[in-house]
């Protein structure tokens, strides 16, 4: 169950949130976007192949979505090293963190990781309290964020 106060809250952030949005101002042109580009959904076949997964939000739009996910993984939550961001990189040639708009894309992302969450907050204890340490982190935009991948 998901307190009424954390509701309102969510709601309230999500129209601040979108009001930022539509001030942003994108640097790429849009292209052909996955919009949840992450390492756990690269699998490594026998010939060493990458291959990219879990293609149901594919879409056409800005780089920068997809670019962002790594982004926050590495810069707000530390669930890359420095060693696999810099590889990242190499490939893209743009850190977001550079960015001006990366704040507000950071809050979006932020935001649907913690929404996602929230959706499954009865199936067992971990993530109960996976969604407490996010809704607390939302909360203290500029405290420290303890996540963990779920």
Avoid: S
């Avoid at 169950?1 to 309102?8: G, H, L, N, R």
């Avoid at 420095?82 to 963190?97: K, N, P, S, T, V």
């Amino acid at each position: 169950m998901i307190p009424e106060d954390d509701k309102v809250f969510l709601r309230k952030r999500w129209r601040e949130l979108r009001d930022k949005y539509a001030e942003l101002r994108f640097e790429t042109p849009k292209g052909p976007v996955r919009d949840d580009a992450h390492v756990q959904n690269l699998m490594v076949n026998d010939h060493e192949q990458v291959i990219l997964i879990d293609f149901e939000a594919c879409c056409f739009d800005r780089p920068e979505w997809d670019l962002m996910v790594t982004a926050v993984e590495h810069h707000g939550l530390g669930w890359q090293t420095d060693a696999q961001y810099a590889d990242f990189l190499g490939e893209y040639g743009w850190d977001l963190f550079d960015w001006p708009g990366y704040e507000t894309r950071r809050g979006l992302e932020e935001f649907g990781m913690t929404t996602w969450l929230m959706q499954n907050v009865t199936e067992d204890e971990r993530t109960a309290q996976e969604y407490q340490r996010r809704i607390a982190g939302l909360r203290n935009d500029g405290g420290p964020r303890n996540w963990r991948p779920c």
